[in-house]
């Protein structure tokens, strides 16, 4: 059987209906479980990111915890991801992607709260934690939870070196080549020297650059979107209304936004979760690995502030670009062979109705920078997965060092069946981490609760 096409096909599975189901009902779950207070607390939630306070307890600010966090979710999934999703699913799976990050958030939340909690401190004095130590020092049964912690962090490896380096890097080389022609080559030797600068320093050398690049990146992005919308804001009441439509067509219709493309509820739904967890992460295990790094004096607080991360990620970057390709006119548009436009060219399309040959340099920039962001983040979630299995630190100091080396081999060379297979892990690891939340879903409600009736209701 063709090797190519087995890890399609689990692909497939792994990231099928069952597996978007069980990511979005936990999150309705905890919701509820949670009595709504994530939602209820958003705007306190944001208010923390700028005034929580310092503690003496972690290794980086809780703003550097939930930038590094962001780092890794932030990337090509708000670019190239959503014109996907509405490519494929219509662009009422706009709204599905919006809905499933508000239950994301919830989840999000709860991660983070455990992470926390379950954290420890490492031999070089540095916090350790993520959903492996949940599943090990919280589930009672110890041969499950170990099970469990060891299946993760094994899947959370090698989704860092696809996912989270191969994929991003040659995102990057074909964002340069696209643009000012720049040899594949030579984007990989920068790319190679920016990652050991900042790698080899660990998660404080991290969460310093994150907490510059992403909010540069985020504000540059949302900048120029905002005034693609507000040039074809005429465009925008149609716009929104076809959206909602198509979003809850019981059979499958066209729409005026969407020009030539058909699709039906149930397809709006699939990828718009399917692309809106593929953004945010939420349930897959990865942010509380650097929630679990912050200076903090609760869990709960720090799950608050990490749950923003899903907001301003899917609630509002992924809407713009949603937004800017609704406005443009260009959804649904071929090309020469007749086929449908998507990806990263039709974000540039979009761009381009207001900005012209400047809307490809916009968007390969942004690009660029999200794709890079993402390695860095996922470092450090690699590094800790590696270190659950094996503490040596000679051996975590390879590991950066090979991860850096690796975005040459990624920013020079299109491996399909790379990206299959890390998306295959990446997926994986929601299993474990989805069974740990429904597991210890009393220990996340008994932090929600404690906090909200002691420090919260007492502000």
């Known amino acids: 059987m063709d090797f190519a096409k087995l890890i399609s096909d689990v692909n497939d599975f792994v990231w099928g209906p069952v597996m978007l189901f069980f990511l979005v ?3 309705v779950f905890l919701t509820i479980r949670l009595k ?3 939602w209820r607390n958003l705007f306190y939630a944001i208010k923390m990111i700028v005034y929580a306070k310092q503690y003496p307890k972690g290794d980086i600010t809780p703003f550097q915890s939930l930038m590094t966090a962001m780092s890794a979710t932030v990337g090509t999934g708000n670019i190239v991801g959503v014109s996907t999703a509405m490519v494929l699913g219509g662009p009422g799976a706009l709204v599905w992607m919006f809905i499933s990050a508000a239950f994301g958030m919830s989840t999000k939340y709860g991660e983070s709260v455990l992470a926390i909690k379950y954290r420890e401190t490492n031999s070089v004095g ?6 492996m130590y949940a599943m090990r ?3 009672g049964n110890p041969v499950v939870g170990r099970f469990l912690a060891a299946f993760f962090a094994i899947c959370a490896v090698f989704a860092s070196f696809g996912i989270g380096n191969l994929t991003q890097a040659n995102s990057i080389s074909a964002a340069f080549a696209a643009s000012y022609n720049t040899p594949t080559w030579a984007t990989g030797a920068f790319l190679v020297v920016f990652s050991l600068a900042v790698l080899l320093r660990g998660i404080k050398s991290i969460g310093k650059v994150s907490s510059l690049v992403v909010p540069a990146m985020a504000t540059f992005y949302f900048a ?11 465009k ?11 979003a809850f067509a019981p059979d499958a219709v066209a729409g005026g936004v969407g020009g030539s493309i058909i699709a039906s509820m149930l397809t709006a739904m699939r990828w718009g979760i399917a692309r809106g967890v593929f953004s945010n992460e939420a349930g897959l295990g990865s942010a509380p690995i650097a929630a679990a790094a912050a200076r903090t004096d609760h869990a709960s607080r720090q ?4 749950m923003t991360g899903t907001f301003f990620d899917t609630m509002i970057i992924c809407m713009l670009t949603g937004l800017v390709i609704a406005s443009s006119g260009v959804l649904g548009v071929t090309n020469q062979n007749g086929e449908l436009i998507s990806g990263a060219e039709l974000t540039i399309l979009a761009f381009s109705t207001v900005f012209g040959p400047y809307g490809k340099i916009i968007v390969s920039i942004s690009l660029a920078l999200f794709a890079y962001s993402t390695i860095l983040g996922w470092e450090y979630y690699g590094e800790k997965s590696l270190e659950y299995l094996y503490s040596g630190r000679k051996l975590i100091y390879a590991y950066r060092i090979f991860f850096s080396l690796l975005t040459f081999v990624g920013a020079t060379t299109a491996l399909d069946i790379v990206w299959n297979i890390s998306d295959t892990m990446n997926g994986l690891m929601a299993i474990p981490n989805l069974i740990c939340l429904i597991w210890l879903h009393n220990d996340i409600a008994k932090e929600c609760f404690d906090y909200q ?7």
Request: a negative charge.
């Open 224 to 234: 120029a979107a905002v005034l693609v919308i507000v040039a074809n804001f005429d």
């Open 137 to 139: 020092n919280g589930i």
């Open 236 to 246: 925008i009441p149609a716009g929104l209304s076809e959206i909602f439509r198509m």
């Open 25 to 27: 009902g936990t999150g």
């Open 303 to 306: 799950g608050y502030v990490n």
């Open 453 to 459: 009736k002691n420090v919260i209701e007492k502000a």
């Open 36 to 38: 709504f207070l994530p």
């Open 126 to 131: 540095e916090m350790a934690g993520g959903p």
